[in-house]
């Protein structure tokens, strides 16, 4: 999709946020959710996405915008006292050119270990759904 489509009300985040599928959540608040991406690219693989719909982050209101990234850094710092990770990646990406295969605004959240290794983006093998509620539960207390 390019940067000029509009945004599609099935898509699979906006049924995450009408609770349509499942997600192993780790925080949400009035505005924004975070849950464990269930194609992991590392352990500890989170998103965080607005409850309001927007494709991506040149279409998101910038208050929207502000709060979405405010929680992006604190889903971060709980990742690091959660999970002890090396390095933490975060990725956005807008439009299908730049990597972009869920048209709704959202952050990914990396961890990184030193020799460890990353899959490639979009490229996941499906992770179960008791090991990252797991994950989301350590993150979370960590908040
Ligand atoms: P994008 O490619 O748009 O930057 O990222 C979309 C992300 O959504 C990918 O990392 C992909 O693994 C993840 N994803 C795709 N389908 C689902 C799903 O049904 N549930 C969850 N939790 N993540 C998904």
Known sequence: MSLNGTYDPDNIFAKILRGEIPCAKVY?????????????QTSGHTLVIPKTPSRNLLDTDPDMLTHVIHTTQTIASAVKTALDPD????????????????????????????????????????????????????INAAL
Do not use: C, W
């Open 28 to 40: 949400e608040d009035d505005q924004v959710l975070s849950f464990m991406d269930a194609f992991p």
């Open 87 to 138: 390095g933490i990646v975060i990725t956005q990406f807008n439009g299908a050119p730049a990597g972009q295969t869920v048209f709704h605004l959202h952050f990914h959240i990396l961890p990184r270990y030193t020799g460890g290794q990353m899959r490639d983006h979009a490229s996941g093998q499906m992770a179960d759904m008791d090991v990252l509620k797991q994950l989301a539960a350590k």
